[in-house]
């Protein structure tokens, strides 16, 4: 769009400017807007001192240090947070963000018309060339830039975005600016639909025993089968014989192809509510390598039989061919759980009571035993978001979970004991820098001893049975999970400590992870099926190339659980906006210098009740004390310390960022929880230059 003419604007045009936009303004930007150019650049400076001085308009870039409580400064209980300079880093600057296509949100059209997008978590500004499209303030629009630099983007508007597909421009917007590969280029789609079944020839058939899939009510890709019975051996009394099938996708995917390269690049499917980005094409992820019942599919399948102790006393790999008897949820099988009159015991009894030896097993090696806390997002039909609830952890949940750990176990043990590569998943030991970070918070409670140590897995599992049922269960739990370092794949072995296994190797899901694509394939080497074509995966060079694959699919992982994380946000920021005003219980799970993080129940969501809500009228100075966790009033004396219940209002839900901002409420009422009446979104402004 052309700019306007080159004119000093008045001061109201400035002031109409600030308010109606949703983003902060430097003086570079502001003077870009009106097109200041020349001998105009000193008197517009002057006009802004103006307005400032008058105190129309306020200049917050940055925050002032924290005054103590007899400090003159009028305006500290007012103070923000501190806000960046909207624009990109030297080392960030590069012509090739230009020409890509990006989810914005359109702000309106003022002297020029802009919208926001976010790249690489920083909210940035984006001025629209002029369009025959016109959308409305709040809308999303699809972008491409044309140009960029320091201070600023440019970019053309491409289309409007349906207003009943905010689940997808939600994660769309996530996905282009975490740069998620999601289109399938032309030559991995056509193999993936040249793909065909595969008939028995020489693999082992399976297609007579009543394997399941147990997956989630949405799931699509159905990569692994399960079945169990007592093994009949008279020297394995108590013993059971368990099959775990997985979807062949090394027969489809071969080293090299379009598709391995796709697969590679992707590292992973991403998992956003209500989509996802897959791995592989759908024709192959949903259809051929999808164990969907009353169907014939190529498997690569593990016979294990264990002791009655979980012990793996020998295993068998085969490529085979199977049929799945049922497709079952979790729930389904957590609903026939005990009733052994019900049409499924005789596939679902024979699996839990085999569980329930991997399980005893696990707890006698010392497995960490952290509970996982998860929010689950339901959509209307319209496939926009409604609810939060918590996700519930079921017995079915576990049953899955220890075959296919006993699964994974087997694989690296075989690969091992061929002397071939593997890619491992290793998990370190926690930091010892942590660990005591840990200590010295648990010590002044009583819940460890000066000579405790932790230094093994059990050591944590004796903590958190220690404090179960009690109301600092929820924040150790959450604390002893910040304590553990970060999982990883490499084919340098150092072992498992959360699990407390010596090897193992992520084998179960080759359709959304390149990791187990890889063990698939040298699993075959050793089984001869597919000699030659792994050859670049043994040898010298063959591990080197393997340690790049592993730091690579790492940090693959890395990305999608933030952007999982990320989508999740905004959508409980939009589910939380029906709340504003609302009282929660709450508790305080995290103490910063800039004031503290509180988790609301039973909702189980994230928000920060800043520093600046916490002076009320007495211009309080709050010390942060770190090792203690506690924040204190240096004039009132309050303190707010990690794991203190509290009652908060929420005040406010951006959308953009997905952060929630709440405040103390002294009064003990609670309101309830709103599910909300969803309509257009309001702009939200963050503001550098704003009105008062």
Excluded at 117 to 138: A, Q, Y
Aim: glycine residues 4%; charged residues 30%.
């Amino acid at each position: 769009m052309a700019k306007p003419p080159a004119e000093l604007p008045t001061k109201e045009q400035i002031i109409s400017y600030i308010e109606s936009s949703a983003l902060p303004f430097s003086k570079r930007e502001l003077a870009k807007a009106f097109n200041i150019k020349g001998d105009l650049r000193v008197p517009f400076k002057q006009l802004l001192r103006e307005l400032l001085a008058s105190g129309v308009i306020k200049k917050k870039n940055h925050l002032p240090p924290q005054p103590k409580p007899d400090s003159p400064n009028p305006d500290f209980p007012k103070h923000d947070l501190p806000k960046s300079e909207v624009k990109i880093p030297p080392k960030e600057k590069s012509s090739s963000f230009s020409n890509k296509q990006v989810i914005v949100i359109f702000q309106g059209n003022f002297p020029i018309p802009h919208a926001i997008f976010v790249k690489r978590n920083e909210e940035l500004r984006l001025t629209l060339e002029e369009s025959d499209i016109r959308p409305e303030p709040g809308d999303m629009i699809l972008v491409e830039i044309t140009t960029d630099d320091r201070y600023a983007f440019q970019g053309k508007i491409i289309k409007i975005l349906e207003k009943d597909k905010s689940s997808d421009s939600f994660a769309m917007m996530t996905i282009l600016s975490k740069e998620i590969p999601h289109i399938f280029s032309q030559e991995a789609r056509e193999l993936a639909k040249g793909a065909k079944p595969v008939t028995l020839g020489k693999r082992e058939d399976l297609t007579k025993i009543p394997l399941v899939t147990i997956d989630g009510e949405d799931a699509k890709d159905f990569d692994d089968a399960v079945y169990a019975k007592a093994d009949d051996h008279p020297n394995n009394l108590g013993g059971w014989h368990l099959i775990v099938a997985i979807a062949d996708v090394a027969h489809y995917v071969q080293p090299g192809d379009p598709l391995d390269r796709e697969a590679y690049e992707r590292g992973n499917s991403v998992y956003f509510p209500g989509t996802v980005v897959p791995m592989l094409p759908e024709e192959l992820s949903n259809e051929l390598c999808s164990l969907k019942p009353s169907v014939e599919r190529a498997s690569l399948a593990v016979h294990m039989w264990i002791d009655g102790k979980g012990k793996l006393l020998k295993y068998k790999f085969s490529r085979a061919l199977i049929k799945s008897y049922a497709r079952l949820t979790y729930t389904e099988v957590e609903s026939v759980l005990g009733k052994k009159d019900h049409v499924l015991a005789p596939i679902i009894e024979p699996l839990y009571q085999a569980f329930k030896i991997l399980r005893r097993s696990r707890e006698y090696r010392g497995a960490l035993n952290i509970e996982s806390r998860e929010n689950k997002i339901i959509f209307n039909n319209k496939n926009e978001p409604v609810d939060i609830l918590a996700k519930q952890q079921l017995i079915s949940h576990t049953i899955i979970e220890e075959f296919m750990v006993l699964a994974n176990v087997a694989a690296a043990q075989f690969l091992e004991e061929k002397k071939l590569p593997c890619m491992y998943r290793i998990h370190p030991k926690p930091d010892p820098v942590k660990a005591q970070a840990l200590r010295d918070f648990l010590l002044p409670l009583q819940l460890l001893t000066s000579g405790t140590q932790l230094s093994k897995s059990s050591n944590f599992n004796d903590l958190l049975r220690k404090v179960k049922d009690s109301p600092l269960a929820g924040l150790v739990n959450d604390m002893v999970l910040r304590t553990q370092s970060q999982a990883v794949y490499s084919p340098k072995n150092i072992g498992h400590f959360g699990l407390a296994l010596d090897k193992y190797a992520h084998f179960t899901s080759p359709i959304r992870r390149y990791s187990d694509l890889i063990v698939h394939r040298s699993i075959l080497t050793a089984l001869s099926e597919e000699d030659g074509h792994t050859s670049d995966l043994l040898g010298h060079s063959g591990l080197k190339k393997l340690e790049d694959i592993g730091v690579h699919i790492s940090s693959t992982e890395r990305r999608a659980a933030e952007a999982e994380r990320e989508v999740a946000a905004k959508y409980i920021a939009e589910i939380m906006q029906a709340n504003l005003g609302n009282v929660f219980e709450a508790r305080i799970t995290s103490v910063q210098s800039f004031g503290f993080f509180v988790t609301v129940t039973p909702q189980g969501v994230d928000g920060l009740v800043h520093i600046r809500t916490l002076s009320g009228s007495t211009r309080d100075y709050f010390i942060h004390d770190p090792k203690r966790h506690i924040l204190r009033g240096e004039r009132s004396k309050k303190s707010y310390a990690l794991g203190d219940q509290v009652m908060v209002k929420l005040i406010s839900a951006d959308i953009l960022s997905g952060k929630l901002s709440f405040e103390l409420e002294e009064s003990p009422e609670k309101t309830s929880f709103v599910v909300p009446v969803l309509k257009k979104k309001k702009k939200l402004k963050k503001e550098r230059f704003q009105s008062r």
